[in-house]
């Protein structure tokens, strides 16, 4: 499975992007999918994640209440939506997928997030 994300660029404080992740195959075989974040010099961070089960997404702390990770099986694509953009969500943000059957986790190449104030 290869992961494709976009939707990323510059965006004012108080301002909203989507961020879409295509997949080569289907994402109904992935058990776990979402998104991290990481900052040059620091460690990747979770963003959000949702189960193919289509339960209660989990987010980090830093983005609770403004961002939503959400997956459409038909398009193959997981969004993460953001709104209410800060600064401090600069980073390169990277979609990933995990499948338990053959326990191996699949990344895109990053998507980069520029927030001015």
């Known amino acids: 499975v290869q992961l494709q994300a976009s939707g990323g660029g510059v965006v004012q404080a108080g301002g909203s992007l989507r961020l879409s992740c295509t997949t080569s195959?289907?994402?109904?075989?992935?058990?776990?999918m979402g998104w991290y974040r990481q900052v040059p010099g620091s460690q990747r961070e979770l963003v959000g994640s949702i189960s193919s089960s289509a339960g209660v997404p989990v987010y980090g702390d830093s983005v609770k209440g403004r961002f939503a990770v959400s997956k459409d099986n038909a398009k193959d694509t997981i969004y993460l939506q953001m709104n209410s953009l800060k600064p401090e969500d600069t980073a390169v943000y990277y979609c990933?997928?995990?499948?338990?059957?053959?326990?191996?986790?699949?990344w895109g190449q990053g998507t980069q997030v520029t927030v001015s104030s």
């Open positions: 195959g289907s994402i109904s075989s992935l058990t776990n």
């Open positions: 990933w997928g995990y499948d338990h059957s053959i326990m191996t986790t699949y």
